[in-house]
């Protein structure tokens, strides 16, 4: 075993990845997904031999459930390199460039910065597709952060999930978008997403629907990447957005993770929009509010949602690139 550090980039949803297929535990997803990966909001893993097991984010230790979920994801990764014998023990060391305020997914960053360094410590380097396919196992989101720009998560059909897998669509330059991260909220959110899915799953009457209409929306938004038209792209966003949340609404009980300012921050992007500042919003099992819109108007648009009463920080994220990892003064990227 070799010491590597790797560093993921958060993303976030375009079209929404939101319930698991029952009955196995690869954790495949019952949708496929689309992704912008985001610059800036990143985790940085590194992973080395120990004489035990510790798990420190931040400078802390981590223990109890959290952490042994991430020494399960390194006992997967050492058998899936068909190392031989007990997985050597080990220190992961994580840090979350992410927001001040909690309740962002860090899950993404998290789970694929783990994963591509703990692959590379073990010495096993498959082809994209298939690291991918490890870094679900710890999150579905995760499988996405491999690649910079946008990234399709492609929801497979086979029981053993070698057909779920994320690939990149689009580089981060073939289109200079901006998603501004607006914080409502410093407290982080109440229900994971996890059990929230599972519940929808099961006493949601719109989650059929949700499931059965996501393969267009997957389509309509490739076809607005492509062509770089934001208002077939925002329309799809949006659309994706409010009928995973929609189906999150009908679950009993009911699933909300938006506050009072969550909705008032959507009107004031849709009043924006009618006075000609084009913004789209997302939202994800958190209170928090993302909205798409081209670089030039990044900063009115910004300024007017910082202004909503209960807004805590409006940041501007660019799109973000690759996952990488260095071993030993040697970098590689994914
Ligand atoms: O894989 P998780 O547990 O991070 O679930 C992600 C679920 C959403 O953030 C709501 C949507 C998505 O596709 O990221």
Redesign the pocket.
Known sequence: MQTAKATAHSNI?LV???GKRPGHDLNLPAVG?L?MTLDELRTVTRIAPAGQDRFELDGERIEGEPAAKVFRHLDRIWRAGGSAGNRPPALVDSTNHLPTAAGL?S??SGFCALTLAAATAYGWSPEGRVLSQMARRG????ARSLWGGYVRLHRGDRDDGEDCYAEPLFSAQHWDLRLLVVHTTRGAKAVG??GGMERCRQTSPYYGPWVDTSESDLAAATDALASQNLAQLGEVVEHSCFK?HASMLATRPPLMYWNGTTLEVIREVWAARADGLEGYVTS??GPHVKVLCRPQTAAALGARLAAVPGVHEVQSVAPGPDATVVVEGETSQR
């Open positions: 949803a929404k990845y939101w997904s992704s997914a899950s993404a999150s579905g989101s995760a997403s996890t995973m994800d099992a």
